[in-house]
């Protein structure tokens, strides 16, 4: 049972344009979600995170929205640039009282074309 | 941000021989280190849990007996896959986490592994 799902594998978007990339979990016990980065042959980078008390959060070009109702967060970024070209995971932390690993979705591929 | 170092970041080995791999957090204490595994085509699977001074928590399907977890001190777990086979090339990446909860994982570079 795969609790935090990224349903598109891969994404396509124009240097300078919007990138969103969706996220979507089951447990809604979930109350902190986090973005890595990663590029091939690396280990992946955190990116961002938000906290179940916010619906908003914003570094710089990366925001990442929450919508607790619908179990759904989206990473947007804006512009695009060709360095962000990477496969972005979202995780989750599980529920207070259990263990500390990470339920990672399965990855979305960005390509951000020149 | 800390700094999870994990070596090496390239192997090849025989099939047959064991080949370990190291990771270290360079500026923080680790309590958990966490082993992740990546298929093609982007997942990351996780292996095992490992838990200072303590034995090594696996996924099911996971060998524990092919995939062994030390994780000795605070800074340093390794993982060494033992009698090596092709399909074990893969790259392997670690993570650790300072404890507590809603910490964010750092992650190491990883390795590629290459079973000949």
């Known amino acids: 049972d795969q609790q935090v799902k990224q349903n598109s594998p891969s994404l396509s978007v124009q240097e300078g344009r919007i990138s969103i990339l969706n996220c979507d979990y089951t447990?809604?016990?979930?109350?902190?979600f986090l973005w890595y980065k990663k590029y091939p042959a690396e280990g992946p980078t955190f990116l961002i995170s938000?906290?179940?008390?916010?619906d908003k959060n914003e570094d710089g070009r990366f925001t990442v929205f929450l919508n607790k109702s619908a179990k759904h967060l989206s990473l947007h970024i804006v512009p695009s640039q060709p360095g962000d070209s990477a496969v972005y995971f979202c995780?989750?932390?599980?529920?207070?009282?259990?263990?500390?690993?990470?339920?990672f979705g399965k990855g979305t591929l960005l390509t951000v074309n020149p | 941000g800390a700094v999870v170092s994990q070596h090496p970041s390239r192997v090849i080995c025989k099939s047959g021989t064991s080949v370990k791999i190291e990771c270290r957090s360079l500026?923080?204490?680790?309590?958990?280190m966490f082993w992740y595994r990546q298929f093609p085509k982007q997942s990351l699977m996780l292996m095992a849990t490992?838990?200072?001074?303590?034995?090594?928590?696996?996924e099911q399907g996971v060998e524990k007996d092919k995939f062994l977890i030390n994780h000795a001190s605070l800074t340093l777990s390794t993982l060494t896959v033992t009698s090596a086979h092709p399909e074990d090339s893969s790259f392997y990446i670690c993570?650790?986490?300072?404890?507590?909860?809603?910490?964010?994982?750092?992650f190491g570079q990883g390795t590629r592994l290459t079973v000949v």
């Open positions: 993570s650790a986490q300072t404890g507590g909860m809603n910490t964010e994982a750092f």
């Open positions: 447990n809604s016990m979930f109350d902190y």
């Open positions: 938000i906290s179940s008390i916010k």
């Open positions: 995780a989750a932390p599980p529920p207070p009282g259990s263990n500390y690993k990470l339920t």
């Open positions: 500026d923080f204490q680790a309590t958990t």
């Open positions: 490992s838990n200072e001074g303590s034995k090594a928590t696996y």
